[in-house]
């Protein structure tokens, strides 16, 4: 370091009082905490848009359309059927029913607390798409499972788990198909049987379902809370002990005053900017593309999504993942491909204000159908209030004499090109996701290409 920088520093350091240090450690371990605590407060927040829904454990919620913008989770699309339920096994195990996925495509994963999946269902679950009963046992279970089930262990008590029913077709009477496979999914307790408990069905679709984390001061609210129903991991020792100094120390209250509250506000929003950033750190899928796999959700596939590795707790990139995206699987399949693009052709980052297009070539490598599709990069989910969401090769797509497609981003819709639009809100950034179901071997081997998104204006 140079005399004159480190002369400039040892001043600024001697000038910071006492009380100035204690607040500047105050706010670096909350913006660690809050990177720490991103998985299991994303599932509060998930858990508290299910109760809101009107749910309580043993129901399920779902859609029984395609999401629009208030289906407020990290990065769903606006294509599938969605399904979702929490658990808590404080009381004792759990049973999670699944059909024969006949009819339709169905597949999910059971995950904990953390965010760590523990099984996948469906045809590349436990139940190999033929239904079965998976049985949820929490930290408190002691025994051997009683026979018949699909044993799911877990270290947490609290969980949740995701499904999408897949229609074979558009159609009314494939969807039909699809939503009866979800409503024949049962959750009950282990101490009762399934034909005595009526499981509830809670369609949310048209409805807020808002399950985003707030970047502010009651993240930690929500992360005390969490971390006072859950069993401490030893892996997470040295994170309780720092997390003392945030007033948040299990089996006592977390009652911060004003002053600590404005703290934990500045760092929430600070761990936000971090995320952000992280979130937008791409592999090129092609060279010198802006389109990319993120290598926060590499790492996870390499470590079944724990970030847990005999050397260290990746917890940079399992925040980052967390803040993205949730209901990972614990195998990650060739089923669907997603690639992320938050910058347009020149390497600017994607601004609502701005107009776009994305010219998708003719002979798209995925066997289902693709997608594109726009979120806020602040909270990664849906833009609010946005009126179009998605385009996807199931709709009526205007395309060109070449059988290329457009895609136009904006605030408004392209005259004639309505069908091809998708909102974006003016003055906020945001990324896309171009999804391929059943992606084939143009993709893999990357013969086919798919071009940056360029400006417009």
Known sequence: MPAKSAQKRARTEKALTPADLAQRTLQRRAVEAAIWGMPIVSVEAMRRAFFNAGAKYGDIVYLSKPADWQFQLTTPNSSSLYSYLNYN???????????????????????????????????????????????LLGPDFKGHPPPGYFAVRSDTR?????????????????????????????????????????????????????????????????????????????????????????????????????????????????????????????????????????????????????????????????????????????????????LIGSKDASGAMLDGSNYYRLRVPPGVPARQFWAVTVYDLETAAFIRQSPKTEVNSYQGLRKNDVESVDVFFGPKAPSGNESNWIYTEPARPWLACFRLYGPEKAMHNKSWVLPDIEKLN
Do not use: H
Not at 100 to 126: C, K
Not at 308 to 319: F, I, S
């Open 158 to 338: 609290n969980g949740y788990a995701a499904f999408r029913a897949i229609p074979k077709t558009r159609s009314d009477e494939d969807t039909v198909k699809a939503l009866a496979l979800i409503r024949q999914i049962r959750l009950y307790p282990l101490t009762q049987d399934a034909n005595s408990t009526a499981t509830r069905y809670i369609d949310v679709a048209g409805k807020l379902f808002d399950g985003i984390v707030r970047m502010d001061d009651t993240f930690f609210d929500s992360l005390a809370r969490m971390l006072n129903e859950e069993p401490t991991q030893t892996r997470d020792l040295a994170a309780m002990g720092q997390l003392r100094s945030l007033g948040i120390e299990k089996g006592s209250g977390f009652k911060p005053d004003s002053s600590a509250r404005a703290i934990l506000k500045k760092a929430a929003a600070e761990a936000q900017k971090v995320l952000m950033d992280a979130v937008t750190g791409v592999v090129p899928y092609w060279p010198d593309s802006r389109w990319g796999l993120p290598g926060y959700a590499i790492t996870g596939a390499q470590t079944a999504f724990t970030y847990q590795t005999a050397a260290l707790l990746n917890v940079d990139d399992r925040g980052a993942m967390f803040f993205f995206a949730c209901a990972g699987p614990k195998k990650l399949g060739a089923a669907t491909l997603y």
């Open 89 to 135: 096994l404080k009381d004792g195990p759990f049973v999670l029913e699944l059909p024969t996925a006949a009819g339709a495509g169905l597949f999910g994963s059971i995950l904990d607390a953390w965010q760590v999946p523990l099984a996948d269902a469906g045809p590349d679950g436990e139940d190999q798409g033929e239904g079965g009963k998976y049985l």
